[in-house]
């Protein structure tokens, strides 16, 4: 999820709703081969908790209709193009595509900044309004039936980003942002909150172009979670249960969990699904990891009793409404029925074919390298097409592809817990 370059807090206070605020050159190296990555129950992600708040939508329908949840997710036109941009790839293309987005921001969904006790609570604290989009995925569903995947994008692929050339992926809706928000500024604009709306906006588009240009699919939806919402959703849970091969620690991302099963929630569970350093594949570690929470939580979710409690479905609403973003055409329930594939393993999940996680660029960032045409390739055989005709890109400095490496043997594996670096 976020920049670990944020400094642990303890704060005892229980983060609620108060008055204090209203309602995230190329060493070239052999390509390992490229192969569609199933890790079993390891790799249950789709944007950390995202998934998770989204079936309740089905789960809890004896408690909330679907209009009353639908009314309550703030939405967002990050899907059609502005006069003059390039038109997106083409809708047919074999898959009803969502892009699940987990985001850094310091802000709710309404545009709202949070405050610094909540900020503390979050072991994070306020920044510049830089916003880094930490979790992409691409939720492919077949349209002929076949098995959907969920294909995890690294947040440093190097790629092309819309205005800004090539960059890192996860920068792509943090640049925007900041350059229309210093726009409206410019124009007059002095409500922060509808700043922060709209600049919001200006970069969820600019991140779906950078996706479809990547990948050469059309993005049919798009679903965000911030910060807060995953917060809120570990609280309602009464946390959720991970398991750890090894001990580990992490001053920056306040990690320091012992080995073994355990049970973390609030700032601790943030933690726990941004910690990089100290793991041996680094960032595609993290990925394991939150993969593997998601798994754990989900399963906790959709548990016996889990959704039968109304004060549960409330807080569970509570971080929905404060937390998700959608865009206006996404259905919740059906796409929460969807959701609720996972846990009876009805859901692929990969990641895009890598050359190496441990590449530079030009000017000495550390970047995930590519071959957009094998990524291309590999996106298209999930919903059993040949890859779109599209215009070489440069991004990515190589032409081998590879997956990324397989995930760590597992300690143990209680279940619906998964045992991870």
Not at 228 to 238: H, I, K, Q, R, V
């Amino acid at each position: 999820m976020a920049e670990d370059q944020e400094k642990p807090a303890v704060d005892t206070e229980p983060v609620t709703q108060s008055d204090d605020w209203k309602p995230s050159p190329f060493p070239r190296q052999a390509p390992a081969p490229s192969r569609v990555r199933r890790v079993g129950r390891v790799t249950r992600r789709v944007a950390v908790g995202l998934v998770s708040l989204l079936a309740l939508g089905a789960s809890g329908y004896v408690y909330v209709t679907k209009d009353q949840l639908q009314s309550t997710v703030p939405t967002t036109d990050a899907l059609t193009p502005r006069a003059g941009e390039p038109a997106p790839p083409p809708a047919d293309d074999g898959a009803e595509d969502i892009l699940l987005v987990g985001s850094d921001a310091r802000t709710d969904a309404q545009g709202n900044a949070l405050p610094p006790r909540v900020l503390r609570q979050l072991r994070t604290e306020a920044n510049d309004g830089a916003v880094n989009t930490d979790t992409i995925i691409v939720l492919r569903v077949p349209k002929n039936g076949g098995k959907p995947s969920a294909v995890s994008i690294p947040r440093d692929t190097w790629t092309a980003v819309p205005g800004r050339g090539d960059a890192k992926i996860n920068s792509a809706y943090g640049v925007a942002k900041a350059r229309a928000a210093q726009a409206l500024r410019g124009q007059g604009e002095r409500d922060q909150a509808k700043i922060e709306r709209d600049s919001d906006t200006e970069g969820r588009r600019v991140l779906v172009q950078a996706v479809q240009d990547l990948t050469q699919v059309r993005i049919d939806h798009y679903a965000e979670i911030n910060l807060l919402g995953f917060y809120l959703l570990t609280e309602a849970l009464g946390g959720v249960k991970v398991c750890l091969n090894h001990a580990t620690e992490d001053k920056d991302s306040g990690a320091n969990f012992r080995r073994g099963e355990q049970t973390v929630s609030g700032g601790e569970a943030l933690s726990f699904v941004r910690q990089r350093k100290n793991l041996p594949r680094g960032d595609l570690d993290r990925i394991v990891r939150q993969q593997a929470f998601l798994s754990s939580a989900l399963h906790q979710l959709l548990s016996a009793g889990t959704l039968t409690s109304p004060g549960t479905l409330n807080d569970l609403m509570d971080a929905v409404h404060r937390s998700l973003t959608l865009d206006p055409g996404l259905d919740l329930l059906q796409f929460a029925q969807q959701a609720k594939g996972i846990a009876s393993g009805d859901l692929t999940f990969a990641t895009i074919p890598v050359i190496t996680a441990n590449g530079r660029s030009p000017d000495g960032q550390s970047i995930v390298q590519i071959d957009p045409k094998a990524i291309r390739e590999f996106v298209a055989s999930l919903a059993g097409r040949p890859a779109p005709a599209a215009a070489p890109q440069a991004s990515g400095g190589g032409s081998g592809s590879g997956a990324a490496p397989a995930a760590a043997p597992l300690l143990r594996d209680s279940p619906g817990v998964p045992c991870v670096n």
